[in-house]
């Protein structure tokens, strides 16, 4: 079946660094990829997204390739702040259309600090 | 742009009570919506799709009689919580699809005491 692996959290980093979250997927055909990001007690903000493989979905500083020779969808900030601190989830939709659920990775904590 | 408003955002009951979800969409029609559990530090798992007029598909393991869904219309699906027990305690949310991709409600947090 279609599945999301992320890795294990929490990560710890310090203001202005670089920040690499892991994700990697299982799916027949060519789903669309996404990330969200869920602030302490709020629900799930679409963060990015890419819906072929080789599209760059980037918003907010946040950056994810979606490569289909790995399978991956990988997401990065180049130097993160207090405020990104959050949990994020790498996402799958394996078809299009209204009647398919979002297929979640476990969730990556990120604590940044001062 | 989509919103999708659900309410209340934190809910305290009884053991053996029951206790209903609602979610919104307001400004769109939602066929399909789906609604998810979030257990503490864990991720989103699938509960059950709802369809407007017709019956749930509910996930593999979810008690549909504990949890029962109806979408009535085509901007509301309610989620009631029957008879709840201390292990039903969780974090609910609800989505639905646009045409602008999926869009979540802000979650309802049910503590069973």
């Known amino acids: 079946g279609n599945s999301v692996t992320q890795m294990e959290g929490p990560v710890t980093l310090s203001e202005e660094a670089f920040l690499t979250i892991n994700c990697t997927y299982t799916a027949t055909g060519y789903p669309s990829l996404f990330w969200y990001v869920q602030y302490p007690g709020e629900g799930l903000q679409l963060l990015l997204k890419?819906?072929?493989?080789?599209d760059k979905g980037s918003n907010k500083g946040f950056e994810a390739t979606y490569r289909k020779e790995t399978t991956s969808f990988h997401l990065e900030k180049g130097s993160v702040q207090v405020s990104d601190s959050a949990v994020y989830f790498c996402a799958l939709s394996d078809i299009e259309g209204a009647g398919t659920a979002l297929i979640f990775g476990k969730g990556t904590t990120l604590s940044v600090s001062s | 742009g989509a919103v999708v408003s659900q309410h209340p955002s934190w809910v305290i009951c009884k053991s053996g009570t029951s206790v209903k979800i609602e979610c919104r969409s307001l400004d769109f029609q939602a066929t399909t919506m789906f609604w998810y559990r979030q257990f503490p530090k864990q991720s989103l798992m699938l509960m059950a799709t709802s369809n407007e007029g017709s019956k749930a598909t509910y996930e593999q393991g979810v008690e549909k009689d504990k949890f029962l869904i109806n979408h009535a219309s085509l901007t509301l699906s309610t989620l009631t919580v029957t008879s709840a027990h201390p292990e039903d305690s969780s974090f609910y949310i609800c989505s639905a699809r646009s045409g602008l991709g999926y869009t979540f409600g802000s979650g309802t947090r049910l503590t069973v005491v």
């Open positions: 890419a819906t072929k493989a080789d």
